[in-house]
């Protein structure tokens, strides 16, 4: 009679210890998870693990016609021929703007500077804490929406991993800097 018991209770342990496995591999592979990653990474300031869930380069050419597009309103009122020419540089120079646009991103998430973008406590972190965010997904596209108007957009990346590919609500500043 113990044996049997015994029996069943090594056999309870296993199914709950693959369970517990199986589970753990299906919430690493969720959007909420990678979210929550996100969220972690912005908190504890860690830049690395902040861009494995942030495809910038996507990111970027998001947010790239906004930043054309508020130097074309600022010169326009100026004048039309400094408009082209302003739009001009910028192309000539987009690479480096995507630079200096990643290291003011990377400033925020490092803390050293949390006023110049989406990832700054008080529009991220603080709506993540209070859960001021809806969340809806369609396939593999993810979307959250803050209570301050912003929304990232989420895909599937390499099989199971989830990454930011668009920020909508971002307000590009006249110096061309992102913010919210």
């Known amino acids: ?15 709950l210890g693959i369970s517990s496995l199986g589970i753990n591999y299906w919430w690493t592979g969720t959007p909420k998870y990678s979210l929550q990653q996100l969220h972690g990474a912005v908190q504890n300031h860690n830049i690395d693990l902040a861009f494995q869930y942030i495809d910038y380069d996507k990111v970027f050419d998001g947010i790239w016609e ?6 074309l309103d600022v ?7 400094l408009s082209i020419a302003s739009i001009n540089l910028m192309e000539s120079n987009k690479s480096t703007i995507k630079i200096v646009q990643k290291q003011v991103m990377e400033k925020a998430i490092s ?19 209070k859960g001021e965010y809806t969340t809806s997904q369609y396939k593999d596209t993810f979307y959250v929406k803050f209570s301050s108007g912003m929304k990232l957009t989420f895909t599937k990346y390499e099989g199971r991993n989830w990454k930011i590919i668009k920020i909508d609500g971002l307000e590009i500043t006249n110096n061309g800097k992102m913010g919210i």
Do not use: C, R, W
């Open 66 to 71: 906004e930043i054309v597009s508020k130097t």
């Open 1 to 15: 009679m113990k044996k049997k018991n015994i029996v069943y209770i090594v056999l309870i342990i296993v199914v």
């Open 75 to 81: 010169t326009k009122e100026d004048n039309l021929d």
């Open 111 to 129: 803390g050293e500077n949390t006023e110049e973008i989406m990832f700054s406590k008080p529009t991220f972190t603080e709506n993540i804490e």
